[in-house]
């Protein structure tokens, strides 16, 4: 199969407004005939089925959660980029363009990006409108901060829960639509398949999961927007709920998944404590502005913090990248603190950890200064830790944030099923083997509010679709293999829980597919990972019943998931013998240990198609030409 | 450490639950306090024992999905803190817990410490937005919000959902759920022009869910886990009569364009 990714033609600037021209168009009394069911309701889901609700379609809303307000985009911390220039600092929508592709190490498409970038400001000022509260100076302007990657200031931010404004301002507008009755919400409902009838989406298999009752919807379209693929890894900053079962589904019905392989690892995390940890908490990249990272010169050096003098400290991010500083982006902090700890000069009681001090800040700006900015962030340290970080530094540890691979789309968000839209995290769009900080949000957003309203016309405009009822052979098949599932995990009967299997996984792909792969550890971590998908499968134990509220079951159905979806991570790792962004292969660097990029190889996207149970995946290639931007090693130096 | 848990065990909305006791054995202090159900749990599950349902989700205090009461208090012992945030250093080893779910007529138990929160949902759906179709809106700068007005409204847009104002109240009330969301919108001039159709319709919502008046016991802000005061409540109560006072009559076209 050919990966067709419709880039419309012309130049960079123009495409988006000619292609939004060269669509086609539902008449407004048409919307209503249309039918679109939207899984998730984050960022992307909540904005889309909003948006497409005030166009007129009629749509329907699934989530696994009790309320469409608790997906994990809420937790975003830091903020949202935009290319407004507020700050005359020199911004433009092309250098968030450049910004973006540079920060993904060149693997993401041009075409892309650059609409993101187009679109960012239309986002802030939708926010704006629907009563977002971002920051503000005191003549009433919007405020902005720098982040990761960038040399200018152009993250718009509400203190330090801008996720969760953004989310409740795309909340609010999809419980407006709810209210009018435009939108039919499903909560507490889990997606468990895509149904294709004559290989178009038609529609979900999902489980009430009030009363395990499962049932199958069918519309004209469907778009998933359900989220990232972190917690693969066990401990990850993802919620614990977050899961990679509805674009696994999907990828098993034919949608082809997109470099699996590229995970981001955030660099400021609070490290683990112990093995009863069941998620890590991330301390937004925001931090590194006023925040200055470094280890003791001396291996070991276990002195309290504040007695090592200047002369024994290594800032090692200054001292690395001088222009950039403590903002370089996230896969180089990560690696350099990974670093610094692999020579021994790690702190705390595990070694895993380097300091993020604000000492200096506070001397200079006034501890009052500081609480403003970040207060929020200090409590939460503080209270997870036990330590005060206006008066010792913070200990910081990479941790898995976010997963920029995912279910491949085209330039109209739409994947290798016909009628199958993926929008946010789910997809691989935006950004390439590295997302810089700031910018989840912001595709989330364009996606939803500004993309898939669009180009999801384009598609039901042209569609010839057949009317499908629930009897039909392969709606009833989709459902019974669902319903199968089910009963299969509650009947194993075994005797470990669903998480000891996950916890055990992570670990694999941590050790052996995390911030440094190789071919022994990835071809190692193949091996094991089919041995406790094994085990699982004969000995999980799912006590009670399907028919009912079962929270074991829907975590043991999520991990089977996650263990098939970690061997394909590791097997994209492995193909791609290059470094780039967040993959980083120890074979392949530079003499003075940075990511090794092999263009004339690997500038393409890799997209894997499921071939059926025991058949090795097809690696689908996309190729990546860059026509605007010169491809060049990254340096942040 | 270790500890006696009694939890609230209810199979579902229609039968009756009842308090069971639990040893939480070898919990690590710095565990949180879901972190140490995960451990109970993950023993039950593997004795093939039904394990705890609980709400949770994020685990850093935001999503607002934990909801339990420890010892009688919504979210427990830690002020300003979600159930996800109390960490069991808090506690004194050998303890007894007593855990269960909201107690309130509108929040009917779904199953063991979950309940069904939807009513909150439709308060939201009966006027806590603004309507601003996507597309179209002007330049982000043009409105102009001081620095004070922009800091109170996230003040009270904090608030994560999670119920505990109603748990925590004597009258089972969602006045500071409520209050908070009106508030918000009502501290911002894109507020303006839906606030006092937001109010009745906001308020109504209220009543009709089952929720109990407010009697300013001020419970909910010492629950609150983002400490959101009641002062928000004299302000919908404010506009309230404001909005009594100089009443258009509210009919289903006029509620808003879309």
Redesign the interface.
């Known amino acids: 199969m050919e990966l067709k990714s419709k880039i419309p033609a012309g130049p960079l600037e123009q495409k988006w407004d000619s292609h939004r021209f060269n669509m086609k168009l539902v008449n407004p009394a048409n919307k209503r005939k249309y039918h679109v069911i939207v899984v998730g309701a984050g960022l992307a889901g909540a904005?889309a089925a909003?948006?497409m609700s005030?166009l007129g379609y009629r749509v329907s809303c699934f989530v696994y959660?009790?309320?469409?307000?608790?997906?994990?985009s809420?937790?975003a911390q830091g903020g949202i980029n935009a290319a407004?220039n507020?700050q005359n600092d020199g911004d433009s929508v092309r250098r968030l363009f450049y910004d973006t592709i540079k920060g993904g190490d060149f693997r993401a498409r041009e075409a892309n990006v650059y609409r993101l970038a187009q679109v960012s400001v239309?986002i802030?000022?939708?926010?704006?409108?629907?009563?977002v509260?971002?920051?503000?100076?005191?003549?009433?302007?919007?405020t902005n901060r720098s982040f990761g990657g960038a040399q200018v200031s152009r993250t718009f931010y509400?203190?330090g829960?801008t996720g969760?404004?953004l989310l409740?301002g795309a909340?609010?507008?999809l419980?407006?639509?709810?209210?009018?009755g435009?939108i039919t919400?499903h909560?507490l409902t889990e997606m468990l398949d895509v149904v294709l009838v004559d290989g178009v989406a038609r529609g979900i298999v999902a489980r009430d999961l009030?009363t395990g009752a499962i049932t199958t919807h069918l519309a004209d379209a469907v778009v998933l927007a359900t989220g990232g693929y972190g917690n693969v890894f066990f401990l990850s900053t993802n919620?614990?709920?977050s899961n990679v079962t509805a674009t696994w589904r999907a990828y098993k019905r034919g949608a082809a998944f997109a470099n699996p392989c590229f995970t981001q690892i955030h660099p400021t995390c609070i490290p683990q404590?112990?093995d009863?940890?069941?998620?890590l908490?991330?301390m937004s990249e925001s931090l590194r502005n006023d925040g200055r990272c470094w280890a003791p010169v001396k291996k070991g050096d276990t002195r309290n913090p504040r007695d090592i003098p200047e002369s024994e400290r290594d800032y090692f991010l200054e001292r690395k990248y001088p222009s950039f500083g403590n903002l370089a982006p996230r896969d180089i902090a990560s690696r350099a603190a990974k670093e610094v700890c692999d020579e021994g000069r790690g702190v705390g009681d595990t070694g895993l950890g380097v300091f993020l001090d604000f000492a200096e800040a506070i001397k200079r700006l006034g501890e009052q200064a500081i609480r403003e900015r970040y207060g929020n962030l200090f409590?939460?340290y503080e209270?997870?830790t036990?330590e005060n970080p206006y008066q010792q530094p913070m200990r910081i540890y990479p941790a898995v944030h976010y997963t920029m691979g995912g279910t491949w789309v085209d330039y109209n968000l739409m994947s290798t099923i016909p009628g199958l839209h993926v929008l946010g995290e789910a997809n691989f769009s935006d950004h390439g083997a590295n997302r810089l900080g700031a910018s989840a949000l912001m595709q989330g957003l364009a996606d939803g509010?500004?993309v898939i309203?669009v180009t999801i016309g384009d598609y039901l405009a042209q569609a010839k679709l057949a009317p499908v009822t629930l009897e039909h052979p392969e709606v009833r098949a989709a459902e019974a293999a669902a319903n199968e599932r089910m009963k299969r995990l509650i009947s194993i009967?075994g005797?470990?829980?669903?998480?000891?299997f996950h916890r055990d996984l992570g670990k694999v792909m941590w050790d052996k597919c995390g911030m440094a792969r190789n071919t022994e550890s990835l071809t190692t971590a193949i091996q094991e990972i089919g041995a406790l998908k094994e085990e699982f499968w004969r000995n999980v134990?799912?006590?009670?019943s399907d028919a009912?509220?079962?929270?074991?079951l829907e975590k043991a159905n999520r991990v089977a998931d996650f263990m098939e979806l970690g061997e394909l991570m590791c097997r994209d790792a492995l193909e791609r013998e290059e470094s780039c962004g967040g993959h980083f292969r120890t074979e392949h660097q530079t003499p003075d240990g940075e990511a090794l990029r092999n263009d004339d190889a690997f500038a393409h996207v890799a997209a894997w198609q499921y071939q059926g149970e025991g058949a090795s995946p097809a690696r689908l290639v996309e190729p990546l030409t860059f026509e605007s931007v010169q491809l060049s090693q990254r340096s942040y130096k | 450490m270790n500890f006696t848990l009694k939890v609230w065990r209810q199979a579902s909305t229609a039968s009756t639950g009842r308090l069971e006791t639990y040893a939480a054995k070898n919990i690590p202090s710095d565990a949180s306090f879901l972190e140490m159900i995960d451990i109970v749990n993950m023993n039950l599950e593997e004795e093939g024992k039904e394990p705890i349902a609980f709400a949770h989700d994020c685990r850093e205090g935001i999503c607002g999905s934990c909801s339990m009461m420890i010892d009688g208090v919504a979210h427990g012992p830690v002020k300003g803190a979600a159930t996800c945030q109390v960490h069991m250093r808090t506690f004194q080893d050998g303890q007894e817990i007593t855990v269960e779910p909201w107690r309130s007529v509108a929040f009917p138990v779904l199953k063991d410490l979950i309940t069904d929160r939807s009513a909150l949902d439709r308060i939201i759906q009966s006027g806590g937005y603004i309507s601003a179709p996507t597309g179209g809106a002007r330049d982000a700068n043009e409105i102009l919000i001081g620095k004070e007005d922009a800091d109170a409204a996230m003040d009270a847009a904090v608030c994560i959902g999670c119920g505990a104002c109603v748990a925590a109240c004597p009258n089972g009330s969602a006045s500071l759920f409520t209050a908070a969301k009106l508030s918000h919108l009502a501290h911002l001039p894109q507020g303006q022009p839906e606030r006092y159709r937001r109010v009745e319709l906001m308020v109504a919502q209220m009543d009709e869910e089952h929720f109990g008046h407010c009697t300013l016991f001020g419970e909910c802000q010492e629950a609150c886990p983002k400490q959101i005061s009641i002062d928000v409540i004299s302000q919908m109560n404010r506009d309230f009569i404001v909005a009594a006072a100089t009443k258009k009559p509210v009919t289903a076209s006029s509620l808003g364009s879309g």
């Open positions: 904005s909003a948006t005030e959660h009790d309320s469409p307000r608790r997906a994990h809420i937790a407004k507020y239309n802030i000022d939708q926010c704006v409108a629907q009563g509260p971002f920051a503000r100076e005191y003549g009433g302007l919007l509400a203190r829960q969760q404004q409740l909340y609010q507008a419980e407006k639509q709810i209210g009018r435009a919400m909560t009030r919620a614990k709920q404590a112990g009863h940890q069941s998620k908490t991330l409590e939460m209270r997870i036990d509010y500004f309203p009967k005797k470990r829980s669903a998480d000891s134990s799912v006590p009670g009912d509220l079962n929270q074991a």
